[in-house]
């Protein structure tokens, strides 16, 4: 069985469909989500799911590596992070050496690091005239949206288009492929 941590800051539509995505895999189960956010809506993803929540305060997350063991305690095989808006700590990085996947709104290398995300990624995206954006699944390094890419797909940006309707299509794209692009990593990671 693999044992999937989700990492979430936000809303937490992901995780929804990352935990729904995997009720229907045998072998692999969305086992703990971890917040930096008391009020973040992924903790009510959570609880009508039955998933136990790690809440991190900064501190905790970035000075102390005791919650590194909880996971490893806890069996978690690989994090995904899914709108987790801190920068991952080298301890974290160094215990989970390419288990750390994240998904970010557009096409990496472009419109990625500091201060890209949510509807700011969007609106670069158009203020730039950009034909197409997308999504980009990727390794996680100790940079900001830099690791190795995993998968990517693409839509077209059209004109009519406002960061808030491309947000709302990048969503639906991630929804789509997030799920079985982790479900393929893992089962390519076991192949070895
Ligand atoms: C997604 O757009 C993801 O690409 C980005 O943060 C957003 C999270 O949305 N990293 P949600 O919380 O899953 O709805």
Redesign the pocket.
Known sequence: MTHIAIF?????????EIIRYFRGVEDIIVSLIVTNRPDA??IEVARDAGIPVLLLEKERFFRGDGYIKELKTNGIDLIV????LWKVPPSLIENFKDLII????ALLPKFGGKGM??IHVHEAVINAGEKESG?TIHLVDEQYDHGKTIFQARIPVSASDTPFTL?EK??KL?HGHYPAVIEDFIQKSKRG
């Open positions: 979430a800051s936000g809303a937490g539509s992901n995780a929804r809506g992924v992070l899914a709108g987790f994240n998904i970010h709104p995300f949510g999504i947000a990048i969503h991630e």
